[in-house]
């Protein structure tokens, strides 16, 4: 049986690195399947580097950013999407002036996300 998850979710979460996220759906929110995370970055804002055991797929909504993975460096404008194959070490960040908002969509409902520096976990 499906269902909606009602509007606002938990209060969006607000990390030092100039982006804030939100998740839309997960595990948490009552998925057994699927996550959704969606993620506004001031400009400069940035992920750091980082990985999943599982796919993720970056949907750019809006303003231009930069996708890092293996160390090369892809163009992320807004309408864009990126797919990350799992265990691939990668890491956003908006080159763009203005706000950049994205997705990132995970085919689990309690994605992990595996840091490549332990003081860079957001």
């Known amino acids: 049986m499906g269902y909606i998850i ?47 055991r599982t796919e993720e797929l ?24 990126a797919v990350i194959p799992p265990m691939t070490v990668h890491e956003v960040r908006n080159s763009g002036n203005g706000r950049m908002r994205m997705l990132a969509f995970f085919p689990e409902a309690s994605p992990e996300t595996i840091w490549m520096n332990d003081e860079n976990r957001q």
């Open 6 to 52: 009602p509007a606002p979710t938990p209060e969006p979460e607000k990390l030092n690195t100039g982006r804030t996220r939100q998740w839309l759906a997960n595990q948490e929110l009552g998925t057994t399947g699927t996550a959704l995370l969606e993620n506004y970055f001031e400009e400069g804002g940035y992920v750091p580097p980082h990985c999943h």
């Open 58 to 81: 970056l949907v750019c909504l809006e303003g231009h950013g930069q996708v890092m993975m293996n160390q090369q460096q892809y163009d992320f404008p807004a309408g864009s999407v």
